[in-house]
């Protein structure tokens, strides 16, 4: 018996981690590429799960329409995201490199990304209030049985679609000719700019994938646990830095064994030592861990220098 | 006549009070293997950073082509056929070698193609082009080997071939023997005259004159930013004020060993 509900809290884990590894391929990609620490991941995340919910529950803005079909409004919610992804791109990453010809030997951009991360969140709090609110969809008790395991099918389909999201998104930067001038700006963008490459224009392009790893990840949560807050940002934002650390930073397949890892941690933590105790297991894990492997189970000594 | 590929004409430039160039003016003839030597501090590499783009000349004009270049960027530059090698290797270390050839192609790419999702399976993704050209240069492609692995002279090569990919009518080259052996050195002069062949008017900066001597046939000198020769390679020994930069060390012009 006592096996077998821990199988059941590893299978939770697992599935919990589907939500934690778009986030943590968010923050790699943007460590990796531009070695920006973009702190507004969280709030992006944050923005599409409220914008979804709020056009499901009340429609459009001025009463331009009724409520929206859940899956319709999800779906703006994640071009909002990337919307905002690119005004943070605008205001932090552009603004530093026209003004200071580097946007990464600062430390201000992490500090702008922060600003807006608090912007965004007090404006849906201004919006919305602080309530958790529900996010109805049609997947409820959807659930397969298997020798005794309850496995939730949305929950697998989320997990295989994060996967394959990512899987993608490394096809991306491997196989095409705007992953090739990514890596490139990865590892040196002044003689990327050098070869020819448009490093303005394909910099944004960065931001639209953050934009749309945020929003999917938001949506799959949306649809899995039927709830959204003001907060579901600070869960899911310091976990998911933490499974981009353990996978090791720039690494994108290290960010989906990170987020396993931490969702793994999560629920078998909260089945053990009860549910405060799970940020603390998560980071001790962490601080472990770079004790022995600095760079992360898949992270090279190059930080995030055209490893994927 | 012969043509002119690029025409320098009263190019001055100054860092902070210091004047690096002034007043310089020469022509490269199309077609030639132009040189551009001088002591340390002269300002060989600032003129090439006043030429590519990066610096934008106080007075004076760059014309290429017969078009005048001001105004425009380093990266459009390359578009329109002038391409440069650097002093400290710039290659992408942790990318292969056919990677890091492909990166020259990039200038030619419009930005909506480099999306296309199927893209290196067509003939159009220019793998087979990086593939002939470091063929017919007789680079092997040193599969499964990212390029900081390899040797200084092969990445040396490696990044003229770069420079090639972006279809130049013009090569800069600065320092390309710099920290070569005698051996190595001579593998990339015959490497350069065969690039000459091909039709590539070179404009090299380099301090090794055996090497200078044995490539190329039209020369300019620096001093202190200043122009102090210009002239076929040949008459370089005879020239006076050449002489006196060099304080007297003849042995620096004359290649024995080449």
Known sequence: MFFEQVLQQIINGLMLGSIYISVAVAFTLAIGILNFLNFTIPALYMFAGMVGWSLSHYGLPFGLSGPIKWWFALFIGINCAILASLLVERFTYRYFKMKHGDATEHAIPLVSSLGFLLIFEYLILIAHGSDTRGFSTPFTNLDWRVAGFIISIPQLISLILSILIVAALSYLLIRTKVGRALRAIAENPDAATLMGIDVDRIVPVVFILIGFLCGVSASIFAINYHEVSPYMGDHVGTKAIAAMVIGGLGSVWGAIAGGLIVGLSETLSIYFFGASSAQITVWSLLLLLVVFKPTGLFGHNAIGKGKF | ?258
Not at chain 2, 72 to 90: A, C, D, E, T, Y
Not at chain 2, 206 to 219: E, G, I
């Open chain 2, 1 to 258: 006549m012969s043509e002119f590929i690029l025409k320098l004409s009263n190019i001055s430039k100054s860092f902070g009070g210091v004047k690096v160039l002034e007043n310089v003016s020469f022509d490269v003839e199309k077609g030639s293997r132009h040189a551009l030597i001088g002591p340390n501090g002269a300002g060989k590499t600032t003129l090439f950073n006043v030429i590519s783009g990066i610096h934008d000349p106080e007075k004076g004009t760059v014309y290429f082509k017969g078009k005048d270049l001001r105004g425009v960027p380093s990266r459009k530059r390359i578009h329109k056929g002038l391409s440069r090698s650097f002093q400290n290797i710039r290659l992408m270390p942790h990318l292969s070698v056919l990677e890091n050839v492909m990166l020259g192609q990039h200038s030619r790419i419009d930005f909506v193609d480099m999306f296309k999702p199927l893209d290196f399976l067509s003939k159009s993704s220019g793998k087979g082009e990086a593939i002939e050209t470091l063929k017919s240069f007789g680079i092997d492609l040193h599969k499964g080997q990212t390029v900081s692995s390899l040797p200084y002279g092969i990445r040396k090569k490696i990044e003229v071939v770069r420079a090639l990919m972006a279809k130049p009518s013009l090569l800069l080259l600065d320092e390309p023997a710099a920290g070569l052996n005698t051996a190595e050195t001579k593998k990339l002069r015959d490497f350069l005259k065969e690039v000459s062949r091909r039709g590539i008017t070179l404009l090299l900066v380099d301090h090794d004159m055996p090497f200078v001597n044995s490539l190329c046939n039209q020369v300019s000198v620096m001093n202190f930013g200043q122009l102090i020769y210009d002239g076929p390679i040949s008459e370089l020994k005879n020239d006076r004020k050449v002489l006196e930069a060099y304080l007297g060390s003849e042995n620096n012009l004359e290649g024995s060993n080449a």
